[in-house]
């Protein structure tokens, strides 16, 4: 079956640490994307890519960091430096950036205390 | 820019009613046009599609009509049952290029009640 793979489902972390977020698509697609959603909120676009060894800022990016090796893998980095980390957070994936509509996985939902 | 409007929830019917979400949007050119479904503690799954004008999207009962002279994109299905409860996103893609691939509405919440 072709899909998204996001682990873990839930993540606990103490602050001040790093936590890295993984996402894995087998759908060959081109793109790859990072949302972060607050409780009872649309998305925010976080990162996004369009093709390997590049990625953009999206309307959050500061805190994050994220990295494109692979075509079928986009981590997602929350440092310390996010001062409100606690969120719902979405990876997606589409054929190419425009146009065409975006696949998701189930989440990530982090708790940092 | 690009930007989706939707009417703010909560939206709340008995089952067997008659719903419609609607969803206004602002582009540049013909942009693809997306409904997304959220369930509780789950990701976004794309519920139905139109990629031109005078398209209509259809999925599990949920029709939409993309209409160009309204610029709307309005969400509608006969019959809902209770299962149909989550928040429902309206969203756009350009074609061509721009800064955001994806612009979503805000999501509106629909509670279906036995």
């Known amino acids: 079956d072709g899909g998204i793979t996001q682990s873990p489902k839930y993540l606990f972390r103490k602050e001040g640490q790093n936590v890295t977020l993984s996402c894995e698509q087998n759908l060959n697609h081109d793109a790859m994307y990072w949302y972060r959603q607050d409780p009872g909120q649309g998305l925010r676009l976080i990162y996004y890519?369009?093709?390997?060894?590049?990625?953009q800022k999206g309307d959050i990016a500061e805190g994050y960091s994220v990295s494109r090796e692979k075509k079928e893998s986009f981590p997602l980095t929350v440092t310390s430096a996010q001062k409100n980390p606690t969120a719902f957070y979405l990876c997606a994936s589409s054929m190419r950036l425009w146009g065409y509509e975006q696949y998701f996985g189930p989440g990530t939902r982090l708790t940092v205390t | 820019g690009n930007s989706v409007t939707q009417m703010e929830g909560p939206v709340t019917l008995s089952e067997e009613a008659f719903l419609t979400i609607n969803c206004t949007y602002t582009a540049t050119g013909y942009p693809s046009l997306f409904w997304y479904v959220q369930y509780p503690g789950e990701g976004l799954q794309l519920l139905l599609k139109a990629t031109k004008a005078d398209d209509k999207g259809s999925n599990k009962g949920f029709e939409a009509t993309y209409r160009k002279e309204t610029t709307s994109f309005h969400l509608e299905k006969g019959s809902v049952q209770v299962s149909d409860s989550a928040v429902y996103f309206c969203?756009?893609?350009?074609?061509?290029?721009?800064?955001?691939?994806?612009?979503f509405g805000s999501g509106t919440r629909l509670q279906v009640q036995p």
């Open positions: 969203a756009l893609s350009p074609k061509d290029t721009g800064r955001r691939a994806l612009t």
């Open positions: 890519s369009q093709i390997v060894n590049d990625f």
